[in-house]
C-alpha cells in the first residue's frame, strides 16, 4: 500500500515534469496545424532549444534568458520552415524530417563542448511543502514554466475562438480559398503560425535542458516533439484538451521512473516504451473517430 | 506533382527528345541542390573558422582516395542502399514512410535471435545464414507491413506511425539484450551471443566489402523492375499518382500498400541481418547507427528510382567514410555529417520547386503539358 502510495506520488511528480515539453510542442503545433500546415519538424525545435538554453544559461548565468534564446533558436526553424512550405511543389511532411535532422544536427554540433559543464537551472516553485510529506513536497515542486504553458493554452483557445485574428487563422486552416476571398494572405498567415510553433517547440526544448532532466546531452530527447505532434491529433486540435493530453503522456513516460523509485527496474525498457506504444494507440483509436474528422482543419495534409 | 507523376506513368507516349530533357532536368536540379548545398556548407565553415578546402580534399581521401577509403565508402553504402530502398518502394505510393531505422534494428536482432540456437546446435552456417537473412526480412517486413495496414485500414498517419514504431523496435531489441538474450561475458555493452567467425558472412572475393552490398545492387535492380516493368508497379505508381482513381478503377489500393511496406520492411530487415552477420556478429546498440535516417535522404536525392539509390548511397556512404578523417585531422565534432547532411535534405526539398521552372528543360511545344 505504501508502495502504491509512493509510486502514485512519483507519477504525479512525474507527470507534471515530463509533460511540460509536451504541453509546449503540442500548442506550437497546434497554432501551426490550426492555420493549415503541419510541421512534423518540431522535435528537431526541441533538441536545437535544448542545446541553445544550455548554453545561454551557462554563458550569461541566467535560465530564463536560456529560455529566451531557445525560443529564438525555435522561431527562426519554425520561420525557415514557414517560408520554404508556401514554395510551389514542396511537401511540408517531407521538409518537416528534413528539419528534424537539420536541427538535431546543428544541435549536436554546437552542443559538443555544453555535454560537460552545469548550467544554472530554473527554480522550481514549492507548491507542497505544507504538506509535510517529503515525497509530496518534492512531486509537488513545480516549474513556472508548466504554468506558463497552461496561461498560454487558455489564452490561446480563448483567441482561437473570439478574436479576429483566431478567426483568421482558423480560416486560412479551413478553406485557403474563402480566406483569400476575404482578402486574407494564407501564405502569410501560415508564415507566422509555424513561426510561433516553432518559438513554442523551442521553449519545449528549454524546459528538458534547464529544468528536468536538466542537462545537455544527445540521448536528451527521444521523439517527445514526434509525439506531441500526434497528440495534437489526438487532443483534436484544441489548446486545453492538449493540457490534458500532455499530462496523461507524461503520467505514462513516468511509470518506468516511479517503478524505479522503489525497486522494481524488471521490465524497464518496456515501461520506457510506454509513450510510444501509447500514443501509437491513441493514433489508431483517434484516427478513425468521427468527431476527429469533424474537427480536423479542412487544408491539413495529414488528414486527408 | 500530378502531371509528373502522368509522365512517368505513361512513358510510351513521350517522344525521345522529351524524355531526353526530362532526364537532364531529374538529373541536373538533384545535382545543383547538391552543389549549392556544399556551397552553403562552404560558408558554414567559414564561419566557425574551419578551412572548406581542407574539408572537401579530405572528403574526397576520406571517401575514394584509396583503395582502402572506396571499399570502406562501399561498405557503408551496403546498408544504405537497403534502407534506401525501404523508402523508395512506399513512396512510389504515395507513402512517406521513414521506419526505416527500426526495421533495421528489428530485423538484425531478429536475425541474431534465431542464429542462438542454430550456432548452438552447430547447424552448418550455409543454413544458419538463409535462415537468419530470412528471419531479418520477416521481422522488418511485417514491422513496416504494421505500418502500410494502419494507414490503410485505421486512417493512421505512417510517418508518425513508422517513426513511433521505430522507437519501439529499438526499445525491443534492448528489453531483450539486456534482459533474456543478454550474453553474460558482454559488460560493458549488453549484446546476445556472438554468431562466432565461422557462421561470418565472407566479403565479396578480392575485395573487403561484404555481401551486404552485393545483395544490395541486386535488389535495387530487382526492386526497379518490379516497379516500372510490371502490372504490380503500374498499379502502384497509379495508387501513388492518384489513389481515389486507382480506387475507382477497382485496384486493391490496400493491399498494394501494405505490400509495398512489407517489401520496405524486408530491405531494412536485410540490412539489419548483415550489420549482424558482417559487421558486428551479435546484435547490440551499434545497429542503432542512423542508417535508416541517411536511406531517407538517399532515397529523396535519388528521387525514389531503386537504381539511382545505388550511386547516392555509394555517395553517402563516402561521406561517412571521411567523417571520422575529417572529425581528426579538423578538429571538427562527429556531428559534422549531421549537419552536411541535414543542410542537403534542406536544400534538396527546396530544389523540388525549381522542376518544370526552367525553359531550357522545356520541350518546345509543351502547349499539352500544364
Redesign the interface.
Known sequence: MDQLVTVLIAMLGGAIRVSTPFMFVALGETLTEKSGRIN?GLEGNLVLGAMVAYATSYLTGSPWLGVLAAGSSGLVLGA?HGY?CK?????D???G???M??????A??FG?PFIQPSAPQLDAIHLGDWTGNPALAQALQVNPLFFVGIIVAIAMWWALKNTKWGLIVRMAGDSAASAKAMGVSVDLVRFLATAAGGFMAGIGGAFLSLSYPGIWSQGLS??QG??A??LV?FARWDPIRAIFAALLFGAAGAIGPSLQSIGITQ?Y??F??AP??L??VI??LS??SKASAREAPGELS??K | MTAETADAILPAKRSSSVRVLKLAETVAIPVGAVVVSALLFSVFLLIIGKDPLQFWSLMWTGGFGSSFSIQNSLQRAAPLILTGLAFAIPARIGLTMIGGEGALVLGGFAAAAIAIPLVSNVVPPIVTLPLMAAAGMLAGGLWIGLVGWLRHYRGVNETISSLLLSYIAIAIMNFFVEGALRDPASANKPSTLPIGDTYRIGSIPGTDVHWGFAAGIVLAIALWVLMSRTTFGFAARMTGGNARAAKAQGLPVGWLMVICCIIAGACAGLAGFFEVAAIHGQANASLVAGYGFTGILVAFLARQNPLAVVPVAILFGAIAAAGGVIQRRMGLPDATVLVLQGMLFVVLLVSETFYGRFKFFQPASSGDRV
Open positions: 512534423l525557415l520554404i514554395l510551389p511543389k514542396v511537401n511532411i517531407a521538409i524530417i528534413a528539419f535532422s537539420f536541427g538535431t544536427g546543428l549536436f554540433f559538443k527521444s521523439g514526434l509525439m505532434v500526434a491529433i521490465g525498457y518496456f520506457n516504451a510510444y506504444i500514443t501509437l493514433l489508431v484516427a478513425g495529414i488528414t
